[in-house]
């Protein structure tokens, strides 16, 4: 296990989402996913259709969870992140009902995505200084000596091959203003986003799929760790900025 986020008091992540895509099933849009809903209704209550009636979304306003079934894909996202046990779990949970029910080939590819604002006034940063927070290599030219003015936004996309496999690691980052949904009319705050994004590329049998995000999210946890410094790491922790 990686605690990278679950040590925080203050987690940087808005969401998890791991999706795992498989040949389509025609079954599942042709009619309603009865067995599947009463395998997983106890920890996801709410059920609805989606708008174009191809799939179906089983939720969990309290704890802020969602499983989305699509014909060819099955998501499992968590607005709110208890830890990787946790979230394994949930994964499990849908890929069991998932096989039980409508018996899917081959998993043709398993992505696990974490998304993170780092915002350095929620952890007492008032005057703000990237390069003490953000490691200077994910800066790039914002760290540059003499660089001045207030950035209010930036977007970079990177894609990159994992160590020893087939796999890709895709890291969507740069400088955003974030606005909490209810005040959307009202300034953003200065924040950084880290969008770090990992799928295979290979058709998986479903017995390795679980151990295939396993790693998936140590690596995501140490690539975050790399991305900020020290004095950021121990405010999130929720020690003295």
């Known amino acids: ?20 895509q498989f ?13 599947f809903q009463e395998q997983l209704r106890k920890d996801y209550p709410l059920f609805q259709p989606t708008q174009d009636r191809r799939g179906y979304r089983l939720a969990n306003q309290e704890t802020l969870r969602e499983i989305l079934l699509l014909p060819d894909s099955l998501n499992v996202m968590a607005g709110r992140y208890a830890g990787w046990t946790d979230f394994r779990t949930q994964i499990s949970s849908a890929m069991n009902a998932l096989q039980a029910c409508y018996e899917p ?13 780092l915002r350095p006034a929620l952890y007492g940063f008032t005057k703000i200084q990237w390069t003490a927070l953000i490691n200077a290599k994910v800066l790039g030219p914002f760290s540059l000596p003499g660089h001045k003015g207030q950035l209010q936004g930036s977007r ?21 203003q974030y606005r909490e ?49 020290e004095q950021f790491h121990q405010a999130m922790v929720g020690k003295a900025a």
């Open 1 to 20: 296990m990686n605690p990278a986020w679950e040590q925080f008091t203050r987690s940087p992540l808005l969401s998890v989402t791991c999706q795992v």
């Open 23 to 35: 040949p389509v099933i025609l079954k599942i849009s042709q009619e309603l996913p009865a067995s």
């Open 105 to 117: 080939a081959f998993c043709a590819r398993a992505d696990l995505r974490f998304q993170s604002v």
């Open 156 to 176: 970079h996309e990177v894609v990159m091959t994992l160590p020893d496999s087939s796999d890709r690691f895709r890291l969507t980052h740069g400088f955003v």
């Open 181 to 229: 949904a209810k005040q959307a009319n009202q300034p953003g705050e200065p924040a950084y986003l880290l969008d770090q994004d990992y799928f295979t590329t290979q058709r998986l049998e479903w017995i390795g799929v679980l151990s295939t995000l396993d790693r998936f999210e140590q690596e995501a946890g140490q690539f975050f760790r790399l991305c900020v410094t």
